[in-house]
């Protein structure tokens, strides 16, 4: 398939000899005004421009403006065509964004080369722009695949499965866009994405803790309750040497850090390891922690049974004692009350099969 060419001139002379000299081997599009030209590539898209810079009403990079202005034509390839000699307007015009110049009058090999060179260029980046897209989707894919084992190391020895991975996923995401759309001077949408890809890691800490005190059915006696809250340390140093392995490279598993030290922190400073409280609590822990406990309500633990979503909700917003509105960042809190259907649609859907 023959590829495009849309040659732009005043003059209509021009416009048949560029014609003449590139149909062999593209198919021409014709216009003598940008204005023209314009409502052409509205609906048939060139592969790449020859335009005329000095053209009455709208010249050359009057049309070059616009069409960079424009998402569907930003990306075009334009190739200005002039008799000028002026150096300033050949340097602008490259400075807006053409590619190239071609002088009158025209010597068809330069032309062709010019034109052939260029189109034979964009299409490698487009190659490689898909390559790299390729890679970094696969990338993305090992990664997540690396977050959900070590989730999983460490929830299958707290006996729960990896729906409740998926939940608290979900959830997070769910509860961080709409945080993003609601407070976006609180967070934005990419970092959004990144809380929820991290969330799983949560627990990770829980790797460090034994399993007679994961697995115990009862209360936990003091001292095991201190060992327990040891899982959020634990999970932040776990995290903070994994980055050490990679060379500190990824900034984005601070998120991972603080969303495993800090998701059993409280607003109101009661909560641990550290007894942060308001603004000092990251605002990944401060999502996380919400979700956390609501999957906690829903689900069956080997201490307690689960809760139906009405229970659930009565104790995050009203408390019982154990568990109080005050705990969590009220506009975390807020959004939870607008999401609190979908929320209840995710535990009912991915149930899984934690013991009672």
Do not use: W
């Not at 006996?159 to 998926?166: A, I, M, N």
């Not at 709409?178 to 407070?183: H, W």
């Not at 408390?319 to 807020?334: A, I, N, Q, S």
């Amino acid at each position: 398939m023959k590829q495009t060419i849309m040659i732009v001139d005043d003059a209509e002379i021009n416009l048949i000899m560029l014609g003449e000299i590139m149909r062999s081997e593209y198919t021409i599009l014709s216009a003598n005004s940008g204005k023209e030209a314009i409502e052409i590539m509205k609906n048939d898209l060139p592969d790449i421009v020859l335009l005329d810079l000095n053209m009455p009403e709208m010249n050359g990079l009057d049309v070059l403006q616009h069409m960079k202005a424009d998402p569907a034509l930003a990306s075009i390839l334009v190739i200005f065509v002039t008799a000028e000699t002026d150096t300033y307007l050949e340097e602008k015009g490259l400075d807006m964004g053409a590619v190239d110049y071609v002088h009158k009058p025209y010597n068809e090999k330069i032309i062709k080369f010019k034109v052939r060179n260029h189109l034979e260029l964009k299409a490698y980046r487009d190659r490689l722009e898909d390559l790299v897209q390729v890679r970094t989707q696969q990338l993305v894919a090992s990664h997540e695949a690396i977050i959900t084992s070590m989730s999983l190391l460490a929830e299958q020895r707290d006996k729960v499965t990896g729906d409740h991975l998926t939940r608290i996923k979900i959830s997070t995401s769910l509860l961080a866009d709409k945080l993003a759309q609601v407070y976006p001077e609180l967070l934005s949408p990419s970092d959004a994405k990144q809380i929820a890809l991290y969330s799983p890691l949560h627990d990770v800490g829980k790797i460090a803790i034994p399993d007679a005190i994961l697995g115990k059915p009862g209360k936990l006696t003091q001292e095991e309750f201190e060992i327990m809250k040891s899982h959020t340390s634990n999970g932040g140093n776990i995290l903070r040497e994994t980055n050490t392995i990679l060379d500190g490279s990824n900034e984005e598993l601070q998120f991972a850090i603080e969303i495993s030290e800090g998701h059993h922190e409280r607003f109101d400073g009661t909560g641990y390891p550290k007894g942060l409280s308001g603004e000092s609590i990251p605002i990944a822990a401060r999502i996380v922690s919400l979700v956390d406990v609501y999957d906690a309500l829903r689900n069956a633990r080997p201490y307690k049974d689960s809760f139906t979503h009405e229970e659930s909700h009565r104790i995050i917003t009203v408390g019982d004692g154990r568990t109080m509105p005050e705990h969590f960042d009220p506009r975390v809190l807020k959004i939870y009350e607008m999401l609190q259907t979908e929320l209840d649609k995710v535990c009912t859907e991915y149930k899984g099969t934690e013991p009672a």
